[in-house]
């Protein structure tokens, strides 16, 4: 039995979608015939966990937590959580890559302990953080292991700039020792290899590859139970505030406003809306500004089998992304899977790119990007009265979620063990 070592920022228990695509190579590797050990942080006392994903992981996987600094406990006065905050964000700005940079020895020195114990036979680093990639170049040099690097949030300052470049010297510098010592480079999507390769032209071709993220045809439930009296939209996850993916929610009610008070009245009794982990202070307060506490119903973190279920459970999802420029062309976040495996029609307002090309592939629901008012009110409107007959005229596209195989787990996770095993 081979030994991989897999070296992430976050993992199961820790129940944020970032921990997911490390515990799906994990799980797949150990049915696979390889021995995982994971080496990664123990999770913040405020974060919620799933200790149900953990049944799911061969015996023989085995989780290493490093030490990190002491987090801030919720019963902290606020003075000193202030102060903590402000020093972080000083921190942030002055070392390269991020702060997780101070935690590189405590990997070295966890797999140096390891390695004396079992040998290990690949190395493989999942970011973000990009640091954990820089723990890996350390223990890559020293051990003289094939080394896999999993890119998953591209190392540029997008966010920041609105593109592609790395502004930083020091980051331009460690990024390339970074690809030029990797055995394999993977990307989540097409557009952040093609990105990536275009930076490095002196770096072979072949050791570029590109690994979508995915959903577990096994979580997904036979059958679903579809509400009587409502019509339902469903998001899962976090709103990213900077990016404004707001503009759903202002349309739905500029589409309310001009409806003749009936209209009104019955839409929005039918309409809900299900936020799954979405409770953040900035979300809420669009909500309310907008009046629409009455349909927005807000949920907890859930473990991941009961996410995806009120997914199944929903009539229709939502991806809101905002479609400005600060939102980064080639973003495929993790809910677009969930959404295919769960065959529930998207509502996708979203820039043109690969998860606009995905959507239109599969047939998997409706992009809107232009004449959202118009758009957005056809869509709704549609489905709302097909399912409640209003209209026994009106009828619903057929043949959806067509070759969505691909991006199922088993598949995806194949295609990285190959690649595993071909730089081994």
């Known amino acids: 039995m081979k030994t991989i070592a897999l070296l992430t ?19 797949h590797l150990g049915r696979a015939g390889w021995r995982v050990l994971v080496m990664t942080h123990p999770p913040k006392p405020e974060q919620s966990l799933d200790k149900e994903l953990l049944n799911e992981l061969d015996p023989s996987c085995e989780i290493l937590y490093v030490t990190r600094p002491e987090n801030v406990q919720r019963k902290s006065s606020q003075l ?15 070392i390269r890559p991020d702060l997780d940079v101070l935690h590189i020895p405590a990997f070295i020195s ?3 302990t390891a390695f004396q114990q079992q040998a290990v036979d690949v190395l493989l680093t999942t970011s973000p953080t990009h640091s954990i990639h820089l723990a890996g170049l350390f223990i890559k040099k020293q051990f003289n292991l094939p080394w896999i690097v999993d890119f998953r949030d591209p190392w540029d300052d997008y966010i920041i700039t609105g593109s592609a470049d790395i502004r930083h010297p020091v980051e331009r510098y ?3 020792k ?41 979580k997904i439930p036979q059958d679903s139970v579809k509400s009587k009296d409502k019509f339902i939209i469903c998001y899962t996850g976090i709103f990213y505030p900077s990016k404004d993916p707001y503009e759903f929610f202002r349309a739905l009610c500029r589409w309310f406003d001009k409806l003749p008070l009936y209209e009104r009245e019955y839409y929005r009794s039918i309409l809900e809306i299900h936020l ?10 669009i909500i309310k500004k907008l009046n ?9 973190r859930m473990p991941h089998i009961r996410a995806i279920e009120h997914t199944c459970n929903a009539d229709m999802t939502l991806i809101s992304t905002g479609l400005g420029e600060k939102t980064r062309p080639g973003w495929l976040p993790s809910k677009l899977f969930e959404y295919l495996g769960a065959r529930v029609p998207i509502l996708a307002l979203i820039r043109e790119g690969e998860m606009a090309e995905i959507i239109r592939q599969t047939n998997s629901g409706f992009i809107v990007n232009d004449q959202i008012d118009d ?23 057929e043949d959806m979620f067509q070759n969505i195989d691909t991006y199922e787990e088993s598949n995806t996770m194949r295609k990285f063990i190959s690649i595993i095993k071909e730089a081994n």
């Not at 055995?183 to 979508?212: E, Q």
């Not at 799954?276 to 307060?285: N, W």
């Not at 629409?292 to 907890?300: A, C, E, P, S, Y």
């Open 375 to 397: 758009n957005l009110e056809k869509i709704i409107k549609k489905h709302i009265d097909y399912k409640f007959r209003k209209h026994e005229s009106v009828s619903l596209e």
């Open 292 to 300: 629409l506490n009455d349909i927005v119903v807000f949920f907890d």
């Open 174 to 176: 460690l990024e390339k």
């Open 110 to 112: 966890a797999f140096r």
């Open 178 to 218: 970074v690809v030029r010592n990797a055995s394999a480079l993977i990307s989540t999507t097409k557009t952040y290899s093609r990105i990536l390769s275009n930076r490095h032209p002196d770096v072979d071709r072949d050791i570029f590859f590109t690994v979508t993220n995915s959903f577990c045809s096994e």
């Open 276 to 285: 799954i982990g979405s409770g953040d202070r900035a979300t809420r307060e």
């Open 80 to 94: 000193k959580r202030r102060a903590l905050g402000t020093t972080r964000e000083y921190l942030q700005k002055i």
């Open 9 to 27: 920022g976050s993992f199961p228990p820790v129940n944020i979608v970032g921990a997911l695509r490390p515990f799906r190579l994990a799980k």
